[in-house]
């Protein structure tokens, strides 16, 4: 019937198709074979390597509308700005309370006061996670860090003058050349911290980590 009708040829071209993608599938399925046995220390870089091509959102990434926002209003309250890339901006006053800045990078970005008409803005860090951020050479001058979450945190050569640090886990954090005079730290916890040239509170010098 289908010869009578001139269906033939499609059906055999149909049928020599999915063969001929047979072959290829079972050429390919042996040779990934061989190469995970023989080659499986490469395996795993290729995958992740792919893996950040079609799948970047899943690794790390922030929320790009409230990078946004943030531009605008310099508030990111319970904000999601993880691995953010916010080095050397002016964000005096900035607003951070609860938010989320694991891993981002904020290099020699100044975070100091913002004197207003009638009052003075610090920028608000109280209950953030700031896990591995880095502040190297930051200006964190009057900085409210309190009960903040800098495990591990870069402050290499940050200024935390007159900085509110009560309640804030610094364990691991990196303080080498900060200068903390006139900081509050009632209640931080400092265990495996680093110190080397670090000026403390009370403006003596901390070596213990050189």
């Not at 790009?64 to 700005?81: H, I, P």
């Amino acid at each position: 019937m289908l010869a009578q009708h001139g269906l033939w040829p499609y059906v055999n071209s149909f049928q020599s198709s999915w063969l001929l993608l047979g072959i290829i599938l079972s050429m390919f399925s042996k040779g990934l074979a061989v190469f995970v046995i023989h080659k499986s220390y490469k395996i795993v870089p290729m995958l992740l390597a792919v893996s950040a091509v079609f799948w970047p959102w899943a690794v790390g990434a922030f929320d790009a509308g409230k990078m946004e926002d943030f531009k605008t209003t310099n508030v990111c309250k319970y904000c999601d700005l993880t691995d953010a890339p916010l080095g050397g901006r002016d964000m005096r006053g900035a607003d951070f309370q609860n938010a989320n800045l694991s891993g981002a990078v904020l290099v020699k970005a100044n975070m100091g006061e913002r004197p207003m008409e009638k009052r003075t803005l610090v920028t608000n860090f109280e209950d953030a996670n700031l896990r591995r951020t880095d502040f190297t050479g930051a200006n964190l001058h009057m900085a409210n860090f309190t009960n903040a979450y800098l495990r591990e945190a870069n402050l290499t050569g940050a200024d935390l003058s007159d900085a509110l640090l009560n309640q804030a886990n610094m364990k691991g954090a990196v303080l080498s050349g900060a200068n903390l005079k006139g900081a509050k730290m009632e209640g931080a916890k400092l265990d495996d911290a680093k110190f080397c040239k670090t000026v403390m509170p009370d403006g003596s010098v901390n070596d213990s980590g050189c």
